[in-house]
């Protein structure tokens, strides 16, 4: 599965049924309240009330985040839990903790967990949070494999592949070097010149009138989504 697809099927996910939560609490009022909110929210919510069986669901539903209570039953507590499951796996951490345990939100932080919220939390600043965190590692996971969107467009720059509404369209080289140049100085008016210096190679010697006749190829292969507009007397500028 190419990047731009994972991509996109993360953010279809997180759009449409907001992925799935574990949340592993032994406390099950706490559990059923914070299940409740998130479900409410869009989220698909399992429960784990030991460790055991948090890492064994992790193992199995591959979630999109997990709250992880520090006071487990049983051989493992949160931390244990947050230990195994960081050798593994970046999946997004947020530890629940005591009021009076400071410290246990500093080791927290420490052996990986992304965020830490005091109990008792009102359900609405959890569902806050969990957002929060999924937009950020959503970024995050963009600019670690170098995707550019653009409206309905996706570009992968690693894959050199590009996408409409999810559907690949075959660019040729040259038009995918000019769409990538032009993508990455959203807004910038660019000459001619600088586009076929940056797009095709600083020794290019050749019409300028190129350039026109690939924008015009990008315009007609990518749709409406492509903001590529005219600066007249100076070149090209995508908004
Ligand atoms: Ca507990």
Redesign the pocket.
């Known amino acids: 599965m190419t990047a731009y697809v994972k991509c996109a099927r993360l953010l279809e996910k997180m759009s449409s049924d907001g992925g799935s939560v574990i949340i592993v609490?032994?406390?099950s009022n706490i559990a059923d309240l914070a299940s409740a909110y998130l479900s409410k929210a869009g989220y698909s919510v399992r429960q784990a009330g030991d460790g055991a069986r948090a890492l064994d669901l992790c193992r199995t539903q591959n979630p999109c985040l997990v709250i992880l209570?520090?006071?487990?039953?049983g051989d493992l507590d949160g931390f244990e839990v947050c230990r195994t499951l960081r050798a593994t796996s970046d999946v997004p951490i947020i530890i629940?903790t005591a009021r009076s345990d400071e410290i246990d939100r500093i080791v927290g932080l420490e052996i990986g967990a992304d965020d830490y919220i005091v109990k008792p939390f009102s359900p609405r600043e959890l569902v806050a949070r969990v957002k929060a965190i999924l937009r950020r590692s959503t970024r995050m996971a963009d600019s670690s494999s170098r995707i550019i969107h653009i409206n309905d467009i996706t570009i992968d720059m690693d894959a050199r592949s590009v996408a409409v509404s999810g559907s690949e369209v075959h660019l040729t080289s040259r038009e995918f070097d000019l769409l990538v140049f032009i993508a990455m100085r959203r807004g910038v008016a660019l000459s001619r010149r600088q586009l076929l210096n940056g797009a095709w190679s600083n020794s290019w010697i050749g019409d300028e009138r190129t350039v026109d006749v690939h924008v015009r190829q990008l315009r007609k292969k990518l749709g409406d989504g492509l903001n590529i507009h005219t600066v007249w007397g100076v070149g090209y500028r995508l908004d």
């Open positions: 609490e032994d406390d209570d520090i006071g487990l039953p629940l």
